[in-house]
């Protein structure tokens, strides 16, 4: 991979993880605990907003997740690692790596074939 490339990548990398941080962070209200008070909200009221925050933080583990990834895409990149598949150390196809940059592995091993 030429260092243009790894440059292009490691920005992409940077803005995915800033613009999963920013969600993070504008979405913290709608993780909050839902309040026990049924004289201003009904129980059924309460039951929709505890499956909304259910949903959000289903939501908020997923960004961390990709956030690691990310991260680690970019350990792999300084450690001279990136694009190269991590169970049979064949180079990741561009096309994947474009679509996703975090991905660790080539077409053929997230088959399972």
């Known amino acids: 991979m030429t260092n243009a490339e790894q440059t292009k990548f490691t920005k992409r990398?940077?803005?995915?993880?800033?613009?999963?941080?920013?969600?993070e962070t504008?979405?913290?209200?709608?993780r909050a605990p839902v309040e026990l008070d049924q004289t201003s909200v009904?129980?059924?009221?309460r039951m929709d907003a505890m499956q909304q925050q259910a949903m959000a933080n289903a939501?908020?583990?997923r960004r961390k997740a990709n956030i690691t990834m990310?991260?680690?895409?970019?350990?792999?990149?300084?450690?001279?690692?990136?694009?190269?598949?991590?169970?049979c150390g064949d180079d990741i196809a561009e096309k994947r790596l474009n679509h996703n940059p975090a991905v660790t592995t080539c077409i053929t091993c997230a088959?399972?074939?």
């Open 70 to 87: 990310a991260k680690a895409a970019l350990q792999r990149i300084t450690d001279g690692e990136f694009g190269y598949c991590i169970e």
């Open 59 to 61: 939501t908020s583990q």
């Open 111 to 113: 088959r399972g074939q």
């Open 13 to 23: 990398l940077h803005s995915l993880i800033a613009e999963l941080e920013l969600a």
């Open 42 to 45: 009904g129980r059924l009221s």
């Open 26 to 30: 504008n979405t913290s209200d709608n």
